[in-house]
């Protein structure tokens, strides 16, 4: 099980698209700050161990404000926790601060929203946000640590995508993250300048796709449903967590499971019911859907795919090829594990027809 834990609100960008404006309110309100203590974490860490969590995810707000960062981290190890980290990744642009972290085998998320400054920037609000960003990627993939990115969409950087995503292969990043933005806090508040329309990103989201096949980099999209994704379906990236049971702690909300939860805060409508998707796919946000209505979604024709078809999770293979098993990296296998057909663009084996997994995928 993945505890996901909120290491409280503060963050020095404050993004356009950053969902948690609302509950940092909410907190300054209810508590006078956006932060928890120390022992509160540790109490955490302990009661989220003891509930059976595997890995432990700290987020934030910005998790690297927090002083007592490296200590929390050291106690999620020494419980045997693996530990991810979501971050903006200014603050490791100091070579030190990313170098305090070596060895706890943690595995680092880092959003970055454009390939150009300005755009970037704009994006935060925070000038000089970009040069910290990218220096602190520079410092992670140079000091080993294993590190995605991830870029949130808005009407701000939706044609930079691809440039973007080339940027990520110029300093080595290789697996990519791209969320479709949520209208909740600052996304909510100014919609109508932040939130676009799929019709609008698909052409670059698609282009983004195809760019990562060919160039053998690993990209996976979030709320971004199936039928927006023809032809490109196995990169959505509620496939792969869809099975995975994740916890979400908030500071001043219970502990909840965030699958249900996510899934309650997504719209379907009703012709998603002749859909060949519809049992897998979660659909977009539910505020998208009340602001645009169901248009845009085509239910796909087709054999229905569902989960229960066998064999769908047989379970994760591993085997070693490419330039990541040069570096002694686990990749996954590419091929039907029914028929050892290649997988390439369809969500089932294009020869077999079986459903493979997401853990098929690299
Ligand atoms: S189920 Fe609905 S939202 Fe999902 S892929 Fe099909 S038509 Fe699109």
Redesign the pocket.
Known sequence: MISDIKLGYRCNNDCIHCVIADQRDAALELRGNTDRSTEEYRQELLACRARGATDVVFTGGEPTLRDDLLSLAELARSLGLRISMQSNGRRFSDRALAEAFVGLDISYLIALHSCTADRHDAITRARGSFEETVAGIENLLALGQKLSTKVVLSKKNVTDLVPTVRLFERIGVEHIGVAFPHAQGNAGRDFDRVVPRYTEVLPHVHRAAAHCRRAGLEIRFEAV????MRGFELHVGELEVQDIPTELSQLDFQTYDWNTVRKRLKA??S??RT????AV????WREYAERFGSRE????RGPPVGWSLPGAHAGRRTVRTGRRAARGEKVNRTTCRACGAPLTTQLTCGRCGYLPCCHDQP
């Open positions: 449903p199936l039928c927006m379907k409508f012709q998603c859909c060949r998707y519809d796919c979660e659909g977009p979604f085509v239910p796909a």
